[in-house]
């Protein structure tokens, strides 16, 4: 156990609609990293946050958003979702911004029909 | 991320040492060398990190070359369970919490 949840563990959705993931970060942690893994694109880096303020933005869709709250959990929001984003999303976290020791989640599977 | 190379592909039969290696000849004096490891459809696992010393912890041992050109992780009793796709990164200096995953090595462990 990483001490990193994720919920839901499944998702299944329909295109057009929109969906929020969760990721409570391991205690102690400031930063949270969303990660999207689809068959074939291997491991995606999304975006970071670090005590509630975005740290580094990678391949995210402008359809997506997603913040860190005083509480430091992190919240990642899909909208107007495709067949394509049928994916794992990943969170992690770690206690520095700038050391990437994290540890990750179990993911959350989205199918989007 | 400075460019990393990995084979694609290796087997190791169980119980002996499996030693992955991880080409990086652009990284820069301060970027780390990490490994992770993810197991079928898992979340990715940490395994150890280094900048220019060798490392041991109790799951790996890392290996950096003194010009820090390239790596090895060696697992050094390999088990079925062991089986995973092993990535070497070095996050890129300025951004170095930032950990961009490559194809990574299929290392295979076989009874």
């Known amino acids: 156990d990483s001490g990193v949840t994720q919920t839901p563990k499944h998702l299944i959705t329909a295109t057009g609609q929109r969906v929020t993931l969760r990721c409570s970060p391991r205690?102690?942690?400031?930063?949270v990293y969303w990660y999207q893994q689809s068959l074939d694109q291997g491991l995606q880096f999304l975006i970071q946050?670090?005590?509630?303020?975005?740290?580094a933005k990678g391949n995210i869709l402008e359809r997506f958003s997603a913040q860190q709250f005083p509480d430091l959990h992190s919240e990642l929001n899909l909208s107007s979702l495709e067949l394509g984003d049928s994916a794992l999303y990943f969170c992690?976290?770690?206690?520095?911004?700038?050391?990437?020791?994290?540890?990750f989640g179990q993911g959350t599977r989205l199918t989007v029909v | 991320d400075a460019k990393t190379t990995q084979p694609p592909s290796m087997d190791c039969a169980e119980g002996r040492a499996a030693n992955l290696p991880c080409n990086h000849s652009?990284?820069?004096?301060?970027?780390?060398v990490y490994w992770y490891r993810q197991i079928h459809s898992q979340g990715p696992q940490y395994i150890i990190h280094?900048?220019?010393n060798n490392e041991t912890n109790e799951m790996a041992s890392l290996i950096i070359t003194e010009d820090r050109k390239s790596s090895t992780l060696i697992l050094p009793h390999a088990t079925l369970r062991d089986t995973a796709v092993y990535y070497c990164?070095?996050?890129?200096?300025?951004?170095?919490?930032?950990?961009?995953f490559g194809k990574g090595t299929k290392l295979s462990v076989k009874p």
């Open positions: 205690s102690g942690d400031l930063s």
């Open positions: 652009t990284i820069s004096g301060n970027e780390y």
């Open positions: 992690a976290s770690s206690p520095r911004w700038d050391r990437p020791e994290a540890f």
């Open positions: 946050y670090y005590n509630g303020e975005e740290r």
């Open positions: 990164i070095v996050p890129r200096g300025g951004s170095q919490g930032n950990l961009i």
């Open positions: 280094g900048l220019k």
